[in-house]
Every structure is written in C-alpha cells, then in structure tokens.
C-alpha cells in the first residue's frame, strides 16, 4: 500500500471551479482498480486551500493514475486555477501501520487534521520510536480517536506528516493533549521540529 498527500492553493477567484474539479475528479478515481481510498478536504482557515489523501495498492496504481483522463484534466485546470504548483506528498507507513477500521458516528462533528513538518534529522528516529507508543496508545485508551496515522515522506529525511480524525475538536484539546504519551511526545517534539508546531497545522474539512 501507497499513501499521497496532495495540497493546492488556488487562486481565491477560481476556488469553486477548481473545488468542483476536484472532486469530479474523485469520483472518477473512486473507479480505478489501484485506488484504496481517496477524500478531499478544504482548509478551515483559508477556503481556496484544498487538500486530497489518497491511498493505493502500490507505486504502479499511481503512476497509472497520472496518466488518467480526468487527472490530466485538473492538471490543466490548475494551470489557470492554481497559485502556486502542487505539493505532492508521497508517503511510506509507519509502525504501527494505517488503520481506517473505525467510523465516525451520525452525532460526530469530526475534527480533522493533516500536521506536516520538518524536523531536526538527528530526532527522527527518536520520533519514529515515540509516535509508534504515542499512536498505540491513542488508538487504544482514546474513544474520542478515530483515525491516527504517522507517515514518512519519500526522498524528505526531515519531513514526516500525521493525519488524524477526531469525533469532536475537544478530544484533541482538552484530553488527547494531557495524556502521558502526549506530553512525552509534545516535549520531544519541541526539540525536534523546525519553528514553531502551530505553521505546520492544518484544520480542514471533508468535501
């Protein structure tokens, strides 16, 4: 299995046409034979900010995907659509490995987060360690977790990404936060990432 993560900016005049390419897109690729999972999202704090996770069977489902009509088509919408060229994510698992088995339930507000940052190379493999008893445990003892997954990103030593859902924005604050693995990791991970946590944090919605 293969995850991606990609983020495009677009320019605020286009956003609605890029939005609705997008997912028309999605939907095309919700039919490939390699694509595992695909959603779309939009950033809570700024709404010409999309971001798409995808998940595939391997590498070879992907670059099939490329050359798919409908993703050559929002390619060519970006070309007018987009600020700035897409962030392209190529992502490897992690111990313990992706899991999607929980649901939200109908009363979920779901909170949902994508944290990609860089790091200090000489922490990642105390990191790497951390995160697998901090995602065990999350997984576990949290009712309010439904989906917490680390990454690694290919070719980027000093990136690694987190995406997580929440069934409401209070099971991160009030209680994911003040557990004991949670506090180990934050404090490692003040010395480990580059700047401040907060520029790394992106709060978005499924579209």
Do not use: C
């Not at 339930?105 to 994508?114: A, R």
């Not at 990642?124 to 690694?152: C, M, P, S, V, W």
């Not at 003040?190 to 907060?198: H, Q, R, T």
């Amino acid at each position: 299995m293969k995850s991606t993560i990609v983020k495009f900016t677009a320019k605020p005049e286009h956003k609605d046409t890029f939005a609705a390419t997008l997912k028309e897109a999605q939907a095309a690729t919700q039919k490939e034979a390699g694509n595992k999972e695909i959603k779309v999202f939009v950033s809570k704090a700024e709404d010409n900010v999309f971001f798409v996770y995808e998940r595939w069977s391997d590498k070879a489902a992907i670059t099939s995907h490329d050359n798919e009509p409908h993703t050559k088509k929002l390619m060519e919408v970006g070309k007018t659509a987009l600020q700035t060229a897409p962030d392209f994510y190529f992502l490897g698992d992690t111990n313990p490995l992706p899991d999607h088995s929980k649901s939200a339930n109908p009363e979920d507000e779901v909170f949902i987060i994508f944290f990609i940052f860089k790091l200090k190379t000489e922490f990642r493999a105390q990191l790497l360690t951390q995160f697998e008893d901090h995602i065990t445990n999350t997984r576990k003892e949290e009712a309010g977790n439904i989906l917490f997954d680390l990454y690694t990103v290919d070719d980027q030593e000093d990136t690694l990404a987190v995406y997580e859902h929440w069934r409401k924005e209070s099971d991160v604050w009030d209680i994911h936060f003040n557990q004991p693995y949670a506090v180990k990791t934050g404090k490692l991970m003040e010395e480990a990432v580059i700047g401040d946590l907060k520029q790394y944090m992106n709060f978005v919605t499924e579209i």
